[in-house]
């Protein structure tokens, strides 16, 4: 039998499993992924993206490919027996403040042209896997012709959705939870007749019922014509007995245009549309699980082959893809030998993403059962306190960030966060994302014809490679002098031997304290290429998104000599690890001794 040897294997090739192959990839590893469909997806799946997956694909300028083939929605309407209740106005802390429409077969289209179609091994299955010490050992099938192949691998990820065999192969590796006996219809639908026209299609609409909701949001076009994704409960909320894993679409239902249509017609009443045409119209059945962890030594699985819950919020597939990149950083540092400690690298992707799955399974599936639970007392809130409650900001922003997935932090309980603030300082806690900032200057001017180049924050933090960036912000008055430890930090970071795939530094200063536009003396001549994307200016400190702001530094500062300075470790996937303030030289030190605990120095 053919072996093959790669880095990693995947199985599935769904939006989750292509992500992190085209990331394990960019990163210069080798990776087996085997999909048993023949190409992309034609069924109705994903179709929402929130903020926080915008922000993680820009980090590795993939966000242009989706929205040129998204929409964009203003946010979500609510109605009940032809009355709106209120709506809910997407805004927030982000350059991406929308509904984010895309189908996944869009969606996997475009991940696969990124990874390359010749990368992917299609109508082929995962069979078999054992594990030993010096990796994962399997056997996958061509379910054309039923040849088989041998791949050893140093990893195995499933990304093979609720049925994994990555998961399922293995005797100890349960999928916890239950199934809803309670089923659902759902197809992309061309809607037309007399109140067509008030079916938005810049936001998501909502009609409540005493026998359940019918959703319908705006998917797009396709030949000419605008599709909605529309969605119905057949039933009120019921679970079932059996233990049997049934999460997704089910093809042994089915549903006819006509039923459908007789239900939508009754839950939008007194609108009155006319299901002009159909695409992939099918029954669904929702579980809500989680895997007793989400790796096995080797073996790790994202996405719904770890998670599934109800598709409410549209939480599902982003919660896969920041799996995906969670655990690429990790598995690509260890790969190239770059950690001090890869059992706590590797682990921490457990320990980070179980419980920001299980809050996500608790306020979706909460929101369901009140959703199709048909009492009395919920008929009371919807029809006479949820128009109250929609009426407040408030109460309103809150949840939209949540739903967008802008409050998500990485859990206090992660190894890779210090939360010793030796100085008692207040400023980003570690796990909190970093958002973006207004355009910075870069410090040193190179003898060309170029303009001046000026970056925000996540500009300059973009890259292919796995870095973690060491920033120094020593943003102060012009009237005092420039920071005293800018040289200390950028000599105690060379010292460390840092490889650039893991750590690299910034440094961001006040324009008025850079007195030429060159690379500072002390810098040596060897270091010039690291220095020229090092440092960076800040002309405007005192506005809420700069990086001083965002940092927290501003409370901080004063106009004396002695004014602080901020140390703050920002991770590949934007997360903070680190921060503390600088108030002599020594308290450099105590961030390398931080990194140091999972990244290798002494590399280059």
């Given at each position: 039998?053919?072996?093959?040897?790669?880095?990693?294997?995947?199985?599935?090739?769904?939006?989750?499993?292509?992500?992190?192959?085209?990331?394990?990839?960019?990163?210069?590893?080798?990776?087996?992924?085997?999909?048993?469909?023949?190409?992309?997806?034609?069924?109705?799946?994903?179709?929402?993206?929130?903020?926080?997956?915008?922000?993680?694909?820009?980090?590795?300028?993939?966000?242009?490919?989706?929205?040129?083939?998204?929409?964009?929605?203003?946010?979500?309407?609510?109605?009940?027996?032809?009355?709106?209740?209120?709506?809910?106005?997407?805004?927030?802390?982000?350059?991406?403040?929308?509904?984010?429409?895309?189908?996944?077969?869009?969606?996997?289209?475009?991940?696969?042209?990124?990874?390359?179609?010749?990368?992917?091994?299609?109508?082929?299955?995962?069979?078999?896997?054992?594990?030993?010490?010096?990796?994962?050992?399997?056997?996958?099938?061509?379910?054309?012709?039923?040849?088989?192949?041998?791949?050893?691998?140093?990893?195995?990820?499933?990304?093979?959705?609720?049925?994994?065999?990555?998961?399922?192969?293995?005797?100890?590796?349960?999928?916890?939870?239950?199934?809803?006996?309670?089923?659902?219809?759902?197809?992309?639908?061309?809607?037309?007749?007399?109140?067509?026209?008030?079916?938005?299609?810049?936001?998501?609409?909502?009609?409540?019922?005493?026998?359940?909701?019918?959703?319908?949001?705006?998917?797009?076009?396709?030949?000419?014509?605008?599709?909605?994704?529309?969605?119905?409960?057949?039933?009120?909320?019921?679970?079932?007995?059996?233990?049997?894993?049934?999460?997704?679409?089910?093809?042994?239902?089915?549903?006819?245009?006509?039923?459908?249509?007789?239900?939508?017609?009754?839950?939008?009443?007194?609108?009155?549309?006319?299901?002009?045409?159909?695409?992939?119209?099918?029954?669904?059945?929702?579980?809500?699980?989680?895997?007793?962890?989400?790796?096995?030594?080797?073996?790790?699985?994202?996405?719904d082959a770890a998670h599934c819950h109800s598709p409410i919020g549209g939480q599902g597939l982003n919660l896969g893809i920041q799996d995906a990149d969670n655990l690429s950083w990790k598995l690509s540092?260890?790969?190239?030998?770059?950690?001090?400690?890869?059992?706590?690298?590797?682990?921490?992707?457990?320990?980070?993403?179980?419980?920001?799955?299980?809050?996500?399974?608790?306020?979706?599936?909460?929101?369901?059962?009140?959703?199709?639970?048909?009492?009395?007392?919920?008929?009371?809130?919807?029809?006479?306190?949820?128009?109250?409650?929609?009426?407040?900001?408030?109460?309103?922003?809150?949840?939209?960030?949540?739903?967008?997935?802008?409050?998500?932090?990485?859990?206090?309980?992660?190894?890779?966060?210090?939360?010793?603030?030796?100085?008692?300082?207040?400023?980003?806690?570690?796990?909190?994302?970093?958002?973006?900032?207004?355009?910075?200057?870069?410090?040193?001017?190179?003898?060309?014809?170029?303009?001046?180049?000026?970056?925000?924050?996540?500009?300059?933090?973009?890259?292919?490679?796995?870095?973690?960036?060491?920033?120094?912000?020593?943003?102060?008055?012009?009237?005092?002098?420039?920071?005293?430890?800018?040289?200390?930090?950028?000599?105690?970071?060379?010292?460390?031997?840092?490889?650039?795939?893991?750590?690299?530094?910034?440094?961001?200063?006040?324009?008025?304290?850079?007195?030429?536009?060159?690379?500072?003396?002390?810098?040596?001549?060897?270091?010039?290429?690291?220095?020229?994307?090092?440092?960076?200016?800040?002309?405007?400190?005192?506005?809420?998104?700069?990086?001083?702001?965002?940092?927290?530094?501003?409370?901080?500062?004063?106009?004396?000599?002695?004014?602080?300075?901020?140390?703050?470790?920002?991770?590949?996937?934007?997360?903070?690890?680190?921060?503390?303030?600088?108030?002599?030289?020594?308290?450099?030190?105590?961030?390398?001794?931080?990194?140091?605990?999972?990244?290798?120095?002494?590399?280059?």
């Open positions: 039998m053919i072996t093959e040897n790669v880095d990693v294997l995947i199985s599935g090739g769904g939006p989750v499993g292509l992500y992190f192959a085209y990331r394990m990839a960019r990163l210069n590893h080798t990776v087996y992924l085997c999909d048993k469909k023949d190409g992309p997806t034609t069924e109705t799946r994903a179709l929402a993206m929130t903020a926080r997956t915008l922000e993680t694909f820009e980090n590795h300028n993939i966000a242009k490919h989706i929205l040129k083939e998204a929409i964009s929605l203003r946010g979500v309407q609510i109605f009940m027996k032809g009355n709106k209740l209120g709506a809910f106005d997407i805004a927030g802390d982000t350059n991406f403040a929308q509904m984010t429409v895309i189908p996944q077969s869009g969606t996997e289209t475009i991940l696969a042209a990124l990874l390359g179609e010749d990368n992917i091994h299609r109508e082929t299955e995962l069979v078999h896997y054992e594990q030993n010490e010096n990796g994962i050992d399997a056997i996958v099938r061509n379910m054309k012709d039923g040849s088989e192949k041998k791949i050893h691998a140093k990893y195995i990820v499933g990304a093979d959705g609720s049925h994994s065999a990555v998961r399922k192969l293995p005797e100890n590796w349960a999928y916890e939870g239950f199934s809803m006996a309670t089923k659902f219809a759902v197809g992309d639908i061309w809607i037309t007749g007399k109140d067509a026209h008030n079916i938005a299609r810049y936001r998501g609409n909502v009609f409540l019922h005493s026998e359940g909701v019918c959703g319908v949001i705006p998917a797009g076009e396709k030949n000419g014509r605008f599709y909605h994704r529309v969605f119905v409960n057949l039933g009120m909320y019921e679970l079932e007995t059996g233990k049997e894993t049934t999460h997704g679409l089910d093809r042994n239902e089915r549903i006819s245009v006509e039923e459908f249509q007789r239900i939508v017609n009754t839950r939008i009443s007194p609108l009155e549309v006319t299901i002009k045409e159909v695409h992939d119209l099918a029954v669904f059945r929702i579980n809500e699980r989680k895997a007793d962890g989400f790796r096995r030594n080797r073996a790790f699985v994202i996405g540092l260890v790969l190239n030998g770059l950690s001090s400690d890869p059992e706590t690298l590797l682990e921490s992707y457990n320990i980070e993403r179980g419980p920001i799955v299980s809050a996500t399974l608790k306020a979706t599936g909460g929101a369901t059962r009140l959703g199709l639970s048909g009492n009395w007392i919920l008929s009371l809130i919807f029809t006479y306190i949820m128009p109250t409650v929609l009426s407040f900001d408030s109460i309103k922003k809150p949840l939209v960030s949540t739903v967008m997935q802008l409050n998500t932090q990485i859990p206090r309980g992660s190894p890779l966060l210090s939360h010793a603030t030796y100085t008692g300082s207040n400023l980003i806690k570690p796990g909190q994302f970093i958002r973006d900032t207004t355009a910075l200057r870069k410090r040193i001017i190179t003898p060309d014809n170029k303009p001046l180049e000026r970056q925000t924050l996540h500009q300059i933090l973009q890259t292919d490679g796995v870095q973690h960036a060491v920033i120094f912000v020593c943003s102060r008055y012009s009237r005092i002098d420039p920071c005293l430890w800018t040289k200390d930090f950028w000599d105690k970071f060379s010292k460390q031997g840092y490889s650039t795939k893991s750590a690299r530094p910034i440094i961001v200063e006040s324009s008025w304290h850079a007195l030429q536009n060159k690379a500072p003396e002390y810098i040596a001549t060897d270091n010039g290429n690291v220095a020229g994307e090092a440092y960076w200016l800040e002309a405007n400190w005192n506005v809420d998104t700069s990086v001083a702001n965002r940092v927290g530094l501003v409370k901080y500062m004063s106009s004396k000599p002695e004014s602080p300075a901020a140390l703050v470790i920002v991770r590949p996937d934007l997360y903070v690890a680190y921060s503390d303030l600088i108030q002599s030289s020594d308290d450099i030190d105590r961030a390398f001794e931080f990194l140091n605990g999972y990244l290798r120095g002494e590399v280059n």
